[in-house]
């Protein structure tokens, strides 16, 4: 796009992160590790106001089984609580209790361009050759995206490097409308993508993401998996003969143990240097026990909490409705004056 604009304004912003996740059924490490672990660690530190929401609108771009939407939901909800996110402190709700993240969007749909959204990689991806038959949601849904984050003011998103390219949109849109309309009125919002395992791998095939949609289950840690499970998958996990080396640089290659010494590092809150330093000339004989004992130390109790909160859809409920008042508190007077400011009576 031509039109020009600082490349950061958020000075005059209260420092805040928004982020989101699908309610798509089956959390696995890759969701704990890529998102819910950094989240939790953004709400620790205290220096941002977090925002953390179940985006259900976006979910329904493809089909739903209702059912399924709603039980996914308040799944999503229980991880997210169970990894250690505390609705006090932060604001956690699911996106269709705030309706002005749809009034918003409609506003931003307006805004971006046809050949904005034709250049997503992931609409490309998803709807591939059948795009006649994908749905008007699925092709836009990145207009909502920008509104999820901008109808807070987010300053910063924690994002992995597969939506980055919408977080750029997101920027694009907000200094599109801030030049259209003469105002500085959105934050041009930062990304946040770090960690030693924001992309975590399939244990079975390096090549490929950790996804729920594998046909493998050993491919996966899920969220729900018992300790026994999570021990088991992680000993049976590919891997290759050598030991492992001392730096980084001698893990080129060989992406079956880069995954692993990632995911061990991220688990313990270490650099993936330090682990080496720990394990350097180790088989993974060795180094596989004490990953399965690290895992199952930290995501086992993850998984029995979820299973208890589940038993209790009415607090589940009550807590996403009571996020959704929060959120509304800010995004309300914001979608106002956004209205306001196009021009829009009411």
């Known amino acids: 796009m031509s039109d020009t604009a600082p490349a950061s304004n958020l000075e005059k912003f209260t420092p805040r992160v928004f982020s989101g996740i699908q309610p798509s059924g089956g959390l696995t490490l890759g969701n704990y590790l890529g998102a819910m672990k950094r989240f939790v660690d953004m709400q620790d530190a205290g220096t941002h106001e977090t925002v953390y929401c179940m985006v259900d609108m976006h979910a329904i771009t493809v089909w739903q089984d209702p059912a399924d939407l709603a039980r996914n939901t308040r799944e999503l909800c229980a991880g997210f609580i169970a990894s250690g996110i505390d609705p006090e402190r932060s604001i956690l709700f699911n996106q269709s209790q705030v309706p002005e993240h749809a009034q918003l969007g409609w506003i931003f749909n307006c805004v971006a361009r046809m050949g904005w959204m034709s250049r997503m990689t992931q609409w490309k ?55 259209d309309f003469g105002v500085d009125f959105f934050p041009v919002t930062e990304p946040v993508i770090e960690g030693a395992a924001t992309r975590v791998m399939s244990l079975r095939d390096s090549s490929k993401k950790m996804s729920k949609s594998d046909p493998s289950d050993a491919s996966r840690i899920n969220l729900t998996d018992d300790a ?39 688990l313990a809150d270490q650099s993936a240097e330090a682990v080496l330093a720990e394990y350097a000339g180790a088989q993974f004989g060795q ?30 409920d009550r807590l996403l409705a009571r996020g959704a008042e929060r959120a509304r508190e800010i995004a309300t007077p914001i979608l106002k004056r956004t209205n306001e400011i196009v021009g829009m009576i009411g």
Not at 135 to 142: C, H, I, K
Not at 288 to 314: G, N, T, W
Request: net charge negative.
């Open 287 to 316: 180094f596989k026990p004490a990953l399965a004992d690290l895992a199952v130390a930290k995501l086992a109790p993850i998984s029995s909490e979820m299973a208890r909160l589940m038993q209790d859809q009415p607090e589940i």
């Open 228 to 266: 026994d499970a999570i021990a088991k998958k992680i000993r049976k996990a590919k891997t290759d003969p050598e030991p492992l080396p001392e730096t980084l640089e001698g893990l080129e290659g060989r992406p079956e143990a880069r995954n692993l010494i990632n995911i061990y590092a991220a």
């Open 125 to 179: 991806d998803r709807a591939g050759k059948n795009q006649q038959n994908a749905s008007l949601g699925l092709f836009a849904y990145p207009a909502l995206m920008a509104a999820d984050i901008l109808v807070y003011h987010a300053t910063h998103v924690p994002v992995g490097e597969d939506q980055k390219q919408h977080l750029e949109l997101t920027r694009d849109i907000a200094i599109k409308f801030n030049n």
